[in-house]
């Protein structure tokens, strides 16, 4: 299947360490997007980064894309408490507007 | 801001009953999306519609059909409820036709079925 897979499923540090996920998909994609969930809500969108791009970054958010090894990884610099949720990864698939596949997530928790 | 809801944060619902759960944006967003949240399976894709009385199956239609006769809102309906479906739903929305454009989400609906 496309879907992607997220590593670690489970990431507990301190607050003010970095905190790096990853994402590994199939098939070929249109972009990439990041998203949040805090426990029991909806999904809160991070960052979306195009298959011609290879790194964006949004305040403490830094998204890189390898298309060639199909991975991408999430790093959140200089955690905080407030970091604390399940961070998935959802992929496009080339020339499927709409067809989108997630990955079983991240747990992150954040220590004070 | 961008605004989906649903029509309810928890439902409890007996097996063979007919379920409707509704997703509503102000955005007038073209693309409504109906998931299902499990765990350790992350989000699968149930259906979506890309314009009024548009639809198409994503992933996991079976034993689910959807409605959408207005741009604004987006049903998803469970003809017969079985406690396989027993789930996180999570509706989302997306602005036009660029690959660029992201999805906004509802706050879910956790169903029980008995």
């Known amino acids: 299947s496309q879907q992607g897979e997220e590593d670690p499923q489970a990431l507990s540090i301190q607050e003010g360490e970095n905190a790096t996920m990853n994402c590994s998909y199939k098939?070929?994609?249109?972009?990439l997007q990041w998203y949040r969930q805090n426990s029991g809500r909806g999904l809160v969108h991070l960052i979306l980064i195009r298959s011609n791009e290879r790194e964006k970054h949004s305040g403490r958010l830094r998204v890189t894309l390898d298309t060639s090894k199909k991975s991408s990884s999430l790093l959140i610099t200089a955690s905080r408490a407030a970091d604390t949720a399940s961070y998935f990864c959802a992929t496009e698939l080339l020339y499927n507007f709409n067809k989108f596949y997630f990955g079983s997530g991240t747990k992150l928790n954040v220590k004070p | 801001d961008v605004k989906v809801t649903q029509s309810s944060r928890y439902l409890v619902k007996r097996t063979g009953e007919k379920v409707f759960l509704e997703c509503v944006q102000d955005?007038?967003?073209?693309?409504m999306f109906w998931y299902r949240q499990d765990p350790g399976l992350g989000l699968r894709l149930i259906y979506f519609s890309y314009d009024v009385k548009m639809k198409e199956k994503g992933d996991i239609p079976e034993g689910y059909s959807v409605s959408r006769e207005k741009k604004e809102r987006f049903s998803l309906i469970l003809e017969s409820a079985s406690t396989n479906q027993t789930s996180m739903y999570l509706c989302?929305?997306?602005?036009?036709?660029?690959?660029?454009?992201?999805?906004?989400f509802g706050p879910g609906t956790r169903l029980l079925v008995l």
């Open positions: 955005m007038d967003h073209e693309n």
């Open positions: 989302a929305s997306r602005p036009g036709t660029g690959f660029q454009e992201t999805q906004y």
């Open positions: 098939t070929s994609i249109n972009n």
